[in-house]
């Protein structure tokens, strides 16, 4: 039987086990661990950054991002059914003090981009500082096109707001465009 509830109900092959099992480790504090190096070293070539940093969960990864973007009393911009608004217990603002702005997710699943002009914040002490756009790819199965994501950057730019990508299913995005990880995730901070 296949179990198509959620991809995430998968689980590891006995290959996987085995190389979990057999995998050299050391101290991850010390940058010791040649296999957390090695996965680091290929998440960052394939995602063209200068290096990355595992996390053993997606939650934790978005919630990282979020905190590093954003400082307390900050807000960022996201959709009514992002994961790290709707299913991640509220940790930016629990943990971090930020403050999510949900908008609107379009049939094809981007936030139309007159949404995000409209909600960046003036710079007054009554509103939260707007400092990030969130956004996730692919998002309830659905790819956001490449000029949208180019678009979105450009106004991110132009309003000098960061822009996250929640990349849980970012290579499904890929493969499904025939482009690399590379290509989508170049419109991201
Ligand atoms: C889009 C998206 N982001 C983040 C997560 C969180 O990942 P994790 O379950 O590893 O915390 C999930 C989990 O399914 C997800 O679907």
New binding site residues.
């Given amino acids: 039987m296949i179990d198509l509830r959620s991809d ?1 109900v998968t689980q590891p092959t006995e290959a996987m086990r085995l190389a979990m099992s057999r995998a050299e480790v050391g101290d991850d504090v010390y940058g010791d661990d040649p296999t957390v190096n090695s996965l680091q070293d290929m998440a960052a070539e394939m995602f063209g950054f200068e290096s990355a940093l595992f996390t053993a ?4 990864a ?1 919630l990282l991002a979020l905190m590093a973007h954003c400082e307390r009393g900050d807000e960022y911009l996201c959709g009514q059914q992002a ?2 608004y709707k ?2 217990g509220g940790g930016a603002a629990v943990l971090g003090s930020i403050q999510p702005q949900p908008l609107t997710n379009q049939l094809d699943g981007t936030i139309a981009l007159a949404d995000i002009e409209a909600a960046i914040k003036p710079d007054d002490i009554h509103f939260a500082r707007t400092r990030l756009l969130s956004l ?1 790819n692919t ?1 309830g199965g659905k790819v956001l096109p490449q000029t949208y994501l180019a678009n979105a950057q450009a106004l991110a730019f132009q309003r000098g707001l960061k822009i996250h990508l ?1 990349g ?2 970012v290579a499904n995005a890929a493969v499904a465009q025939g482009i690399g990880i590379a290509d989508i995730a170049g419109h991201f901070d």
């Fill in positions: 995430t969960s997606g939650t934790q978005n994961h790290n299913f991640e996730e998002i929640d849980a299913r």
